[in-house]
């Protein structure tokens, strides 16, 4: 491609800068001309524009609109957290809230604004902080569709992690994953009125993912975004509101995942042991550890044996080594999004470069990853 300048707009190129957290001192280090590039007096290279967006997490096709888009800061939308929390997230974790925040602007372009569900969960239901979590799960459950009998029927996690992306897809709610590389960060959500979307830390087990898929959705149908961190000693220090609402985040997904009369049902007659929590967990696609807290709610086990059990799990745990490049892009994009992508580069409507801005990838990689996922669909 010539190394021509492009015609963007140079307020565009400052407000990027900005919501990624770049000084002009700091951005001129990767980018010398980038104070004449937002006054409009020079105008970078293609190649030069697709390093800015990879650096400040945008696609490429917005420094071609006409002006800024109209969008809360990321931090804004976290209503349940405060700004000591918000320092506290480590560089890894504030990069790929950008990059999610990127992947929400495409799907705004992708979708032309709409989203492809033909009902958002999100609009659908609303709750107050004061109502009944297990009423709550019960309501969640019933709108996802999902049946217990469904759910047994999973042959294990890592089904049961797919059927449930696809469920929170149909509700409207898009889930990406990447590697946080970030000790005890489990996941985040971005709220949008329409096109809310959920960030999940692959390299935790396939039974954390799913919890923390639910842990988010909460956020979400308060209207707020959130994210999973290790320590939540700072919720006593929210107000009363947001207190509850953590409170319900923390509790949801175990409620929905694993209601109680259904627990009853498959624990009735068996000891509250680590064979019992094995087998249980194996039935409801969930973890150990979330068996084994029933147990603890229940008084059935003390809370050093919970501890020590739990501690013991966690360090026989292994983290996965890296697969097949492509197959692992697929698995942090979606299905749903790849073919959305894939089917707008068809219709003439983005061309090779923007398919792998919204892929992100690079075009040289397009062919392979295609390659790729068609072999999965057949």
Known sequence: MPNDSMPITPAVVKWARERAGFSLEAAEQDFRKIASWESGDSAPSYPQLERLADTFKVPVAVFFFPEPPDLPSIDETFRTLGPEQLEQIPPRVRLLLRKARSFQIGLEELYQGR???????????????????????????????????????????????????????????????????????????????????????????????????????????????????????????????????????????????????AFEQAFAGLEPNEATASEIARLFSVSREAIYRKFLDRSLITSDDYSAVVRRWNQQKKVAPGGNPYNTKIAYLGDEYITRAFQRFYQSKIDADQLADYLDTKPRNLTRLEEYFSRRAV
């Open 115 to 261: 989203n492809a569900a033909s009902r958002l969960i999100t609009r659908d239901l609303a709750f107050k902080s004061s109502d009944n979590v297990d009423e709550i799960a019960r309501t969640v459950r019933e709108y996802l569709g999902v049946t217990l009998e469904a759910q047994f029927a999973w042959a294990d996690s890592d089904a049961a992690l797919k059927h449930w992306r696809r469920a929170f897809f149909e509700a409207g709610v898009y889930v990406f994953k990447d590697q946080f590389r970030a000790e005890g960060f489990s996941g985040f959500c971005l709220y949008h009125d329409e096109f809310p979307i959920i960030y999940v830390n692959n390299t935790t087990t396939k039974t954390r993912q799913i919890f923390t898929l639910f842990h988010e959705l909460a956020h979400l149908l308060f209207h707020t975004s959130g994210v999973d961190t290790p320590d939540d000693h700072y919720i006593d220090a929210l107000p009363q509101d947001d207190q509850r609402i953590e409170v319900i985040c923390n509790r949801l997904a175990a409620r929905l995942l694993v209601p109680e009369r």
